[in-house]
């Protein structure tokens, strides 16, 4: 790796990747590609629909996601900021495979003993304005509400997550990703795909021996590949402005 280099050019893009195995998965799409450092992530330079852009390991859990989103956008001032990656669904609500475009995030591993438990939650929403971007999509996608926590869904959450949050899959990250952005007022795109399935009775790989790299692989690459088409259907009308 190379030392951090940010100066090389500015970027309009900024993609951010979370997992270790998604990253890797980066790596091996871009032919792995001249990666650089810096205190709160790997990085390297590319184009993505003829515009700079970064594509960013920024880690995992909620404490590196709204470190590395602050960074980048102190570092690039990205007019779009990206995050693309894995995500648990809830059983019954969606499938393996399956998109969701994300238009909500809480969250909800968040436990007020002293004020108001319900308020709490709600300082950590996020509504994430969509309307920039223009239809048709170049994925199918399920437009939904992501919850984050710092853990993988544990089954005895199933029902108030299904049912008092509405969700329809979780993950890590993508709370702290959105609240950040939003409070730089940064435009973002959260697409993330299902890579296993969590019910009541348990995780389908919660202790077996399939691994998650290989999901996570399947869901990456049909992300990286469209990832093109949509910053096109991003960047349109005003978007620019």
Not at 100 to 129: C, F, K, N, S
Not at 164 to 169: F, Q
Not at 193 to 209: A, H, K, W
Not at 226 to 241: H, K
Request: net charge negative.
């Amino acid at each position: 790796m190379k030392e951090s280099n940010t100066g090389e050019f500015g970027a309009e893009i900024v993609v951010l990747i979370s997992a270790i195995a998604e990253w890797r998965t980066v790596l091996t799409y871009y032919r792995d590609p001249t990666v650089q450092v810096s205190p709160f992530g790997a990085y390297f330079f590319t184009t993505l629909a003829g515009r700079h852009s970064v594509m960013f390991y920024g880690g995992w859990g909620k404490v590196s996601a709204a470190a590395s989103t602050q960074y980048v956008i102190d570092t690039w001032h990205p007019k779009l900021l990206i995050n693309i990656g894995t995500c648990g669904g809830l059983s019954g609500r969606i499938k393996c495979g399956d998109i969701i475009l994300v238009d909500e995030t809480i969250i909800y591993d968040i436990y007020e003993r002293m004020g108001d438990p319900i308020q709490a939650i709600r300082d950590y929403t996020t509504h994430i304005d969509l309307s920039y971007l223009c239809e048709p999509y170049p994925q199918k996608v399920q437009m939904g509400r992501i919850v984050s926590a710092d853990q993988d869904i544990d089954p005895d959450l199933i029902f108030r997550l299904r049912d008092e949050y509405n969700a329809v899959a979780a993950d890590w990250e993508s709370g702290a990703i959105s609240w950040t952005a939003q409070r730089n007022r940064t435009r973002l795109l959260i697409l993330r795909g299902v890579s296993d399935l969590v019910s009541e009775t348990g995780g389908e790989i919660y202790n077996t021996n399939e691994g998650f790299t290989q999901r996570a692989e399947r869901v990456m690459m049909p992300l990286l590949k469209a990832l093109p088409n949509w910053v096109r259907c991003s960047f349109w009308g005003n978007v620019q402005q």
